[in-house]
């Protein structure tokens, strides 16, 4: 393998690393300030034992979240230092908004939020839990922005070799990143959702409790909701990446043909050697075109009509993008399950229905990381979509040794965090909520709000 390669497999490696602390950091802040407002409108215990033992979830997964995200912007200097030349006036404004200011305001609040039990009111204290989320989704939103921009590039303008931004304004209201933002926020959103009701279905299997009754409802409507809304967004952002990336949508689909109007064939076996499908069977007339266009008449570009230098390598992006649609379906399906039946007598004896909720826990991580394996390597061969293609982007003066290096290194490092990461969840979710509360809030915090 060249340099090129390794630092590609470097920088993918390392990317869904920290993406599996991320969804749940954007969906868990959400469901834990939740749980504190029904806490503060209530003055029940039970909602504010859900907070502290939520939270405390949430933060051993945001703090090792941090660790792994600090490493990524350093290889835009080290492997992609030709890139960050090239591209860097654009790209590295709102990542440095995203520091500067967002994860600011994160991590200011997560300090009030962890250290302001007792020192100040219930309704500050639930301020900071907001400030947290927004914070949180900020900062995905700067960075997704940033992304998005790599993949359908506007507001910029070349000029002497680089690239400058010349409208902010275009490059914040990009429709391709902002699609992208809700359909990850979304996702987060499930991956909180399916963690808690695993988590509960767990506790659940082996006696009653109200307080996992209580956390895997609340959970179960916010991930049926958050579902529906994935798939909802997820369509128009597939519109989106036809208007501006027929090329990552073609490998998708695995679509060879250009035609008008198009069907949608459900079973699909690509044969890419051959510029063609091996097995194209089970057609629904006009679906392809409804998909793509929102038209039943509407033209689908095939991957034939595409220079061969400009395709995406489709066996990889076909199969992500048909597991992940799948597991969202799953996802749908599940949530109306569990809603369905937590209104039922005896929901605590569904032993079999617990365990399928108990196993679907890293189903949404696994649909997270196949939606980036769609958009990254559905991009290829362009770091910036039909502007500067990847091969240019790497640095001239690593070395193959050093860039191996860092990779086992990288490796190694990201093993051990994610390792301790499920470690610490999985110990202190099996613990469960702390009985004896006075040790961390005074009785009068119990109190009814008046």
């Known amino acids: 393998m060249n340099t090129l390669e390794l630092s590609r497999i470097q920088f993918g490696l390392t990317t869904m690393f920290h993406f599996i602390f991320v969804p749940l950091i954007l969906g868990l802040s959400v ?9 503060v409108r209530s003055g029940s215990r039970l909602y504010l034992k859900m907070t502290k033992f939520w939270g405390r979830l949430f933060l051993i997964n945001f703090a090792l979240g941090v660790a792994t995200g600090l490493f990524l912007e350093f290889q835009f200097g080290m492997n992609w230092s030709r890139f960050s030349s090239f591209a860097g006036d654009v790209f590295g404004a709102p990542l440095a908004i995203e520091s500067l200011l967002t994860f600011f305001l994160e991590s200011s609040f997560i300090g009030v939020w962890v250290l302001g039990w007792n020192r100040v009111s219930r309704k500050t204290h639930l301020f900071a839990a907001w400030m947290l989320v927004l914070g949180a989704n900020l900062s995905a939103l700067w960075i997704l922005l940033a992304n998005s921009w790599m993949q359908h590039p506007v507001g910029e303008q070349i000029s002497q070799g680089r690239v400058r931004m010349v409208d902010f304004l275009a490059f914040f209201t990009n429709p391709y990143g902002w699609l992208k933002f809700l359909h990850t926020m979304f996702a987060g959103f499930v991956v909180a959702a399916f963690f808690v009701t695993g988590i509960s279905a767990y506790h659940l299997l082996k006696r009653h409790s109200d307080f996992f009754l209580k956390s895997f409802k609340m959970a179960a409507i916010f991930g049926l909701v958050s579902s529906f809304l994935v798939f909802l ?8 990446v036809a208007q501006t990336q027929p090329a990552k949508l073609a490998a998708m689909e695995s679509y060879w043909d250009t035609k008008q109007p198009a069907d949608y064939n ?26 793509a266009t929102h038209s039943l008449n509407g033209k689908v570009t095939g991957m034939n009509d595409i220079p061969v230098n400009e395709r995406p390598p489709v066996i990889p992006v076909f199969i992500s993008f048909r597991l992940m649609v799948g597991l969202g379906l799953l996802f749908m399906l599940l949530g109306l399950a569990a809603v369905y039946y937590i209104r039922k007598p005896g ?7 617990l ?19 769609v958009a990254e390597v559905g991009r290829q061969p362009w770091i910036v979509y039909h502007i500067f293609r990847t091969a240019n982007g790497v640095s001239a003066n690593v070395s193959t040794a050093q860039v191996l290096t860092s990779i ?11 390792v301790t990461d499920v470690y610490l969840l999985a110990r202190f979710a099996k613990k469960g909520p702390d009985e004896d509360l006075a040790r961390i809030i005074s009785p009068e915090k119990l109190r009814r709000p008046r």
């Open 233 to 240: 967004v997820g369509d128009e952002h597939a519109y989106e």
């Open 355 to 373: 365990w399928i909720m108990l196993a679907a826990l890293p189903l949404p991580y696994a649909a997270c990381e196949l939606g980036w394996v």
């Open 266 to 291: 459900l079973l699909v076996i690509p044969w890419p050697g051959h510029n063609k499908n091996l097995i194209q069977t089970l057609s629904l007339p006009w679906g392809e075109s409804l998909l």
């Open 408 to 418: 086992i290194g990288l490796g190694l490092l990201y093993s051990g965090l994610t």
């Open 347 to 353: 929901f605590i004896r569904r032993r079999r229905f």
């Open 31 to 39: 469901l834990v300030a939740i749980m504190e407002t029904s806490y």
